[in-house]
């Protein structure tokens, strides 16, 4: 079986095409397909209860009586549709997207069915703006997709969240924490305990509209990153102990958090973070303590190459350090 996961807030112009696009499916397995609404208000709810009682052996709903992201929780599909998936493989996609083939889901299980060591795999995807055909595109970049690492992963989200497929794996060592970019995280949590796949199709959509979460990156992306700065540190610290036998992947973990504390930003709004998340303060410090430490020691006595912090102290304090907080 396949758990589609789906989350929607407010997505009553959208939510038919994507449940749609899920039933339309043909497979030679079962399939469910699990809802998630974020307490929506403009009558997303009572579409969705049309689709469980017409399809009352394929559709469950989850209903939440209070936003849960505008409180600030973050990671929904991993905390409260994650744990009620049945399938031996899970598919995701946002209630404002949808699939485009309806062999989609065939098509990745039968990839994962021939490469047992997978634990996901990714398809290509078209973006485009829910107003206007112009400016539509395919993701990833072809140049991208032929190299498709776990490093890479590391470095940037390569994977739009209706294209991946995951192999259902143990769970107990995801993070309870608020993440930024919970997509990203579970692609990574994924993939850091086994192979990535790609499959050369495009077989779905994002849509790109204002009401979308994400639409405030188009115009100002380093404000985005700032409002959410704790959170993103969040989701690369929670991933160290999954690479801990790994320095590679280590080290750009380490870089990763390095840049987001860094971010180019105003004193005063700097302050004013820093006074709110004591977290952001104590490991800026510790990257400096670090830094210097390095540069005091000499290179033979070291090992120290410039741009590859070592890992030992650093990597023990963030640990500790997160896990305070």
């Known amino acids: 079986m396949v758990s589609i996961l789906c989350l929607t807030y407010n997505h009553k112009k959208f939510i038919k095409q994507a449940v749609n696009s899920f039933l339309m499916q043909k497979t030679d397995f079962d399939f469910e397909i699990l809802i998630h609404d974020d307490a929506s208000t403009d009558g997303t709810v009572d579409i969705l209860k049309e689709y469980k009682a017409k399809y009352p052996e394929k559709v469950r709903i989850v209903l939440s009586k209070k936003n849960k992201y505008r409180q600030g929780e973050r990671g929904l599909f991993f905390k409260y549709l994650i744990p009620l998936a049945r399938g031996k493989f899970i598919a995701t996609c946002e209630g404002d997207d949808y699939f485009t083939n309806k062999n989609k889901i065939q098509y990745q299980v039968d990839y994962m069915r021939e490469n047992p060591g997978c634990t996901v795999c990714f398809h290509s995807t078209l973006f485009r703006y829910d107003s206007s055909e112009e400016g539509a595109y395919i993701h990833p970049d072809r140049s991208i997709v032929d190299i ?63 009401n979308g979460v994400y639409w405030d990156a188009n115009e100002d992306l380093e404000s985005l990153l700032l409002k959410n700065q704790r959170d993103h540190y969040y989701m690369f610290a929670s991933l160290l102990d999954l690479c801990e036998d790994n320095s590679e992947e280590e080290a750009i973990l380490i870089s990763n ?7 180019k930003q105003r004193k005063e709004s700097w302050l004013e973070i820093a006074k709110k998340d004591e ?31 070592r890992k030992h102290s650093l990597i023990k304090t963030l640990r500790q350090i997160f896990l305070k907080h």
């Open 148 to 210: 498709h690492s776990q490093k890479d992963l590391l470095t940037r989200n390569f994977m739009h969240t209706s294209s991946v497929l995951y192999r259902k794996i143990n769970y107990n060592r995801l993070t309870k924490k608020n993440v930024f970019l919970a997509d990203w995280y579970l692609h990574l949590y994924h993939a850091l305990q086994g192979e990535i796949g790609f499959i050369d199709k495009t077989m779905s959509v994002y849509r790109k509209h204002e």
């Open 279 to 309: 977290i952001i303060k104590q490991l800026q410090d510790e990257l400096a303590k670090e830094k210097t430490k390095q540069k005091e020691e000499s290179a033979e006595a070291s090992g120290y190459q410039e741009g590859a912090p």
């Open 257 to 263: 958090i390095g840049r987001i504390l860094n971010l």
